[in-house]
């Protein structure tokens, strides 16, 4: 088994060694390419293209999630607060909700006629980002003296202070008999994204819906690449690995702290403003905390830290949510003469492919060169050789 | 014996601590220490364990505020400023137990210790202009540099800092601290570990450094071998209080610091 291992590690190398130094920019090139064909290989409103919609938009959010967890180790629980609040900026900017505003920016000649606040779709992303990332800076405010689970725990009771906020949201009064949210009701009537030469995009050809969100899955993408390999990327992980010595070294800690939360946050908010329009309703109910684990687990099959690991864990569990599970497999249970459909226990099969994953490939699918190092045995040996050295051990005086 | 008889300072201070405390609880880990590091010295700091060294260190570097007292950076009171604000402005360390961030390579480590001295933020990250990439590209020339100068080669450069050998890491750990483009440099235990050819060569490079750079070293140490060679001014605590304090000869015959060392003699 290691021999293998160690035989197609060596491939492995060898073909890196042969690939010409451009190779790695002309892959990405084809995947975009592919990336913007695929929806002519699928029927316009089928399924399978749903499905794709999707799990890009959760692949954004697991991007974003990426940011906070993966790269500057705080684990947040609370996550779909930010869906939920980038959500709620489409419901209130984009729809008839606040009915006494008339407000109209560059949106389509039916939705300009309304009442209600109708902004452009590009201007609600960016409203969207903007509230999240105040949002994610205000709720990263009160962790920064934690560590750890203590991190988690806090981020976890936002998650739910919004989500209740969310249900609750109907009988908050912002004036002249308008609310905050509409609860379980939802903020229904939302507009649908329009594009002057284009229109507005209908739910019977998802085309549009698909480039849309692909478009912004690579904006997303373009941003983490580049802080990464930044200074702050290289700050986030330095205090992910050592807080005391990332601040001794000169990384102001609640700024760089929350800057990880706001962009987290950010993305977080543009796929939730998303959802909003596709599902056409904005819903308190849809913001679970259930949804934070799901995202979470997207993060951490990828391989935390890893950002092609969080897109690919994002689409997986998408397609696997939204396509695998209700279309192609439901119906396995029946057909074996069980009486349920497998919709009924995707919980349990989450649960059972993240316990396959940890005892398979704790690392992740896509492993951060970092983590997949840490993980190695050759570390542990080294760690057990340090402990042997005076003064490593203990604290100071 | 000779804590309230300071011996006027010899030159012009870079770093002067003014009746610092520091109470954890009912423990007083620091007690009144007030010493002087003068421009272009090496100081060490000594005292049996549990001394208040390192607590001292972590008061100087912003880790930890003083329960009373100040500390003054030449003119500059920083007594309540942020250990990043502290490394901005100039003052750098390194640890006891070695801190280096173990899944990054030598080289993005020191680059970190940079950090303090780059000016890309957040937009400049993502945009990339032409003055961040210079930035980027002259924060790694200067890491490799670093790297080469406290005695690294080039394959160390880009391994994780995790799986370098023991005396790799402390040099790593050096060359971070420097990268910050300090004034003066704190150096926790820096030949702890090491055998003694080792710890010689180390105190010959930190008079190097010290000349090279125009640093100011302050250096705890229990290596007295090292310590009385390296060292120009020494002050020992005991028990939080400064004991004794002068040049190396003066301090290695003084009473109060033998039996801090080595308890009372009976006879």
């Not at chain 1, 920019?25 to 699928?42: E, K, N, S, T, Y």
């Not at chain 1, 008339?102 to 992303?125: D, E, K, M, R, W």
């Not at chain 1, 684990?293 to 994002?314: D, K, N």
């Amino acid at each position: 088994m290691s021999e293998l291992r160690a035989q197609l590690l060596e491939w492995r190398a060898a073909v890196t060694r042969r690939l010409p130094p451009w190779w790695s920019r002309g892959l990405a090139g084809l995947l975009i390419v592919f990336g913007i064909i695929l929806p002519f290989l699928f029927p316009s409103s089928g399924g399978f293209l749903n499905a794709t919609i999707i799990a890009v938009a959760y692949a954004v959010m697991s991007l974003g999630l990426n940011v906070v967890v993966g790269f500057a180790g705080l684990l947040d629980l609370g996550y779909v607060a930010f869906y939920a609040l980038g959500a709620y900026s489409l419901g209130w900017f984009g729809s008839g909700f606040f009915f006494k505003a008339q407000v109209h920016v560059g949106v389509s000649p039916v939705a300009s006629t309304l009442p209600g606040i109708h902004l452009n779709f590009v201007l609600i992303l960016i409203a969207a980002a903007l509230i999240c990332a105040g949002a994610g800076a205000v709720i990263g405010l009160p962790t920064l003296r934690l560590r750890g689970d203590y991190i988690a725990i806090v981020t976890l009771a936002f998650g739910e202070i919004i989500g209740v906020l969310a249900v609750n949201g109907q009988s908050i009064h912002v004036g002249s008999g308008m609310t905050l949210t509409a609860g379980n009701l939802g903020i229904s009537a939302v507009d649908s994204p329009y594009f002057p030469g284009i229109g507005s995009f209908g739910l019977l050809d998802l085309r549009p819906w698909y480039w849309l969100i692909f478009a912004v899955l690579l904006i997303v993408l373009f941003v983490n690449l580049r802080l990464r390999d930044s200074r702050l990327g290289r700050a986030w992980v330095a205090l992910r690995e050592d807080e005391v010595a990332a601040v001794s070294m000169g990384i102001p800690l609640v700024k760089t702290k929350l800057l990880a939360y706001a962009i987290g946050a950010a993305f977080g908010g543009m796929s939730g403003a998303f959802f909003g329009t596709y599902y056409t309703v904005v819903n308190a109910a849809q913001f679970q905390f259930g949804f934070s684990i799901f995202i979470l687990a997207m993060v951490i099959i990828g391989g935390l830290g890893s950002i092609w690991g969080a897109v690919v864990g994002g689409l997986a569990l998408g397609y696997i949510n939204n396509y695998l599970i209700p279309d192609v497999l439901n119906n396995i249970p029946s057909k074996l003469g069980f009486n349920f459909q497998l919709t009924a226990v995707e919980f349990g099969i989450f649960g059972f492919l993240l316990v396959i994953m940890m005892v398979l490939r704790p690392q992740g699918l896509i492993p951060e060169r970092r983590r997949q190092l840490e993980l190695t045995a050759e570390i542990a040996a080294a760690d057990a050789q340090l402990a042997e050295v005076p003064g490593i051990a203990g604290g100071g005086t | 014996m000779s804590a309230t008889e300071t011996p006027a300072p010899p030159a012009v201070a870079i770093m002067r601590a003014e009746h610092v405390t520091k109470q954890f609880g009912g423990l007083v880990a620091v007690n009144e220490v007030s010493f002087d590091v003068p421009q272009h010295s090496i100081v060490s700091l000594i005292g049996p364990n549990g001394a208040g060294k390192t607590t001292l260190f972590n008061i100087l570097t912003g880790l930890y505020r003083p329960t009373e007292g100040r500390i003054l950076l030449g003119e500059r009171d920083i007594t309540h400023a942020r250990p990043d604000q502290i490394t901005k402005h100039g003052v750098a360390r390194t640890f006891q137990n070695i801190r280096l961030f173990g899944a990054m390579t030598a080289v993005e480590n020191v680059m970190v210790g940079h950090h303090a001295r780059m000016r890309a933020g957040l937009f400049g990250s993502i945009f990339r202009p032409p003055w961040v990439r210079r930035e980027e590209r002259e924060t790694r020339e200067r890491a490799r540099e670093l790297l080469a100068y406290v005695g690294l080669r080039e394959p160390v450069f880009e391994r994780l800092a995790a799986q370098l050998p023991y005396g790799d890491q402390r040099r790593v750990e050096i060359a971070r601290a420097l990268a910050s483009e300090p004034r003066m440099l704190l150096l926790d235990e820096p030949t702890a570990g090491m055998n003694p050819q080792e710890s010689q060569a180390l105190t010959e490079f930190m008079r190097a450094m010290r000349d090279d750079l125009k640093l100011t070293i302050l250096l705890i140490e229990h290596d007295m071998k090292v310590v009385m060679g390296v060292s120009e001014r020494v002050t020992v605590l005991d028990y939080g209080r400064k004991i004794a304090e002068g040049e190396p000869a003066v301090v290695r015959a003084d009473p109060a610091v033998i039996e801090a060392y080595l308890g009372k003699q009976d006879s």
